[in-house]
């Protein structure tokens, strides 16, 4: 499966801890095996640029949200990374 991030995912994936990080790439290698599961799709929101994915993740002591899209051609956009 394919995938790109957007400026805004690299800029908040920078900042994580290693950690962390471990914890957000497993979820993101679960989503590109299991991106059609109701894992993956447990809650959609939209806004002004469209809709998207999320995805809520507890890694250590974070709460962290994962925001993806799919792509025309089926690629999984990251789009945004946040840590509560």
């Given at each position: 499966m394919e995938f790109?991030?957007?400026p805004e995912f690299v800029e908040r994936y920078e900042t994580l801890d290693d950690?962390?990080?471990e914890c957000v790439d497993e979820?993101?290698?679960r989503?590109?095996?299991e991106h059609r599961s109701a894992w993956a799709?447990?809650?959609?929101?939209?806004?002004d640029h469209g809709s998207?994915?999320?995805i809520a993740l507890?890694?250590?002591?974070?709460?962290?949200a994962l925001y993806w899209?799919?792509?025309?051609?089926e690629e999984i956009i990251l789009v945004l990374l946040l840590k509560k």
């Open positions: 790109a991030v957007t950690e962390t990080v979820a993101i290698h989503l590109l095996a799709r447990q809650n959609r929101v939209a806004g998207a994915w999320l507890r890694c250590s002591d974070d709460d962290i899209q799919e792509g025309p051609d």
